[in-house]
């Protein structure tokens, strides 16, 4: 059972978001994302929006996973409690890194039925209004528990490596190095729900420049779970997608909540 702990509250683009129905995602940025075998691997847990937020320090009763997999070698991530940057891990071998990271549960309560009713449009949950009325639910005073999985690439050295699913409920898999292969053609996610492919499914992606201006787009997944993000050298790049649920019986009483929802967040960057 999952450790329950309340903390802080096809492939088309589509038009550019407004910035006034953006939610609070969450993501792991490194301070580079390629570095050299003999450097450190570091970076912020972030909080907050439009790919920009608030750094969180490592606090282990927030996760209950931490992980990083490069090759065949694979570790937890460690460091001093209260300590920031929260990732700063030696690499583990050259080659790409995977790290990946699983909260444990928050919840949000709604005061206001148009505040989720937004969210809800934002992120693509159709028929919400009329699946959370017959679901007898009130229009305010509810509360939604949330979960983050997150995960960043990062090259060290010569950066050769795969992608691969590290075992999140919901889950980014990059099918393209971004380090090392041509990315012309854009580069090809496939998004996981609970070890199958997640297809038809509204793909959320942050571009930042150089000078840190960022741009949002929508994307959809195929019917194989694949979205083609276009990209650009020079820039990183945040990937969001979320599920909507109604929690399991015994969840809800536990944790006392209405909904459900499951975060998936994947960061990497494109060399100049």
Do not use: C
Not at 42 to 66: C, D, I, K, V
Not at 180 to 207: C, H, I, K
Not at 246 to 256: C, G
């Amino acid at each position: 059972m999952r450790i329950l702990a309340i903390a802080f509250a096809l492939t088309a683009a589509l038009p550019v978001v407004p910035s006034q129905v953006l939610a609070h995602e969450f993501w792991i940025e490194p301070l580079s994302y390629q570095v050299q075998l003999d450097d450190m691997i570091s970076g912020e847990l972030t909080n907050g929006q439009e790919f920009a937020g608030a750094q969180l320090a490592y606090l282990p009763q927030r996760f209950e996973r931490f992980t990083v997999a490069a090759g065949m070698r694979q570790g937890n991530v460690e460091n001093r409690l209260g300590a920031r940057p929260a990732l700063d891990i030696a690499p583990l071998s050259e080659g790409l890194h995977v790290i990946s990271y699983q909260s444990t549960l928050s919840t949000l309560t709604y005061t206001e039925w148009a505040k989720f009713l937004g969210f809800s449009e934002h992120k693509d949950f159709a028929d919400i209004e009329a699946i959370h009325d017959a679901r007898g639910l009130p229009r305010e005073g509810f509360v939604e528990g949330y979960w983050r999985f997150s995960k960043t690439l990062v090259g060290v050295g010569n950066s050769i490596g795969r992608d691969f699913q590290t075992g999140l409920d919901i889950e980014f898999v990059a099918l393209d190095n971004p380090y090392t292969d041509d990315l012309s053609n854009g580069l090809r996610v496939q998004l996981y729900y609970l070890d199958d492919v997640r297809g038809d499914a509204q793909v959320e992606l942050f571009e930042k420049a150089p000078d840190g201006t960022v741009e949002i787009t929508l994307h959809r997944t195929d019917a194989e779970g694949i979205s083609t993000l276009p990209v650009k050298a020079g820039y990183s790049y945040l990937v969001d997608a979320v599920v909507l649920r109604e929690p399991s019986a015994e969840l809800a009483v536990e944790a006392d909540i209405e909904w459900e929802t499951l975060w998936a967040a994947l960061t990497f960057g494109v060399p100049e």
